[in-house]
Nanobody, 122 residues
Framework: AHLVESGGGLVQPGGSLRLSCKVS????????IGWFRQAPGKEREGLSC????????YYGDSVKERFTISSDITRSTVDLQMHSLKPEDTAIYYC????????????????WGQGTQVTVSS
């Protein structure tokens, strides 16, 4: 799979941002797409995942009440809508793909995008 993230940028605390992951090269509906992030000096963190076949999804505890994942099969994209952003959300955000259902561990995912920077600051 080939994945390209977009939508990152600078946003003030409390603001919103929508990230998009364009997927190509695979049968989109047979794959799960996960969103991860990595801040400087920290381990990569799993945020959310959606299985395109049935829309089943999960969220990490740190974003469960603030982020929403969605999938558009017609466009082969998976979006991550982020609300109530905090400075600690600052990181590089990545999407990744794996065949089949979602898993929370990043090592389960085979292909990764190049990442998009999200900075939350006033």
């Amino acid at each position: 799979a080939h994945l390209v993230e977009s939508g990152g940028g600078l946003v003030q605390p409390g603001g919103s941002l929508r990230l998009s992951c364009k997927v190509s090269g695979v049968s989109f509906e047979k794959y799960a797409i996960g969103w991860f992030r990595q801040a400087p000096g920290k381990e990569r963190e799993g945020l959310s995942c959606i299985f395109n076949n049935d829309g089943g999804s999960y969220y990490g505890d740190s974003v469960k009440e603030r982020f929403t994942i969605s999938s558009d099969i017609t466009r082969s994209t998976v979006d991550l809508q982020m609300h109530s952003l905090k400075p600690e959300d600052t990181a590089i955000y990545y999407c990744a793909s794996k065949w089949g259902i979602c898993y929370s561990d990043d090592y389960e995912f085979d292909d990764w995008g190049q990442g998009t920077q999200v900075t939350v600051s006033s």
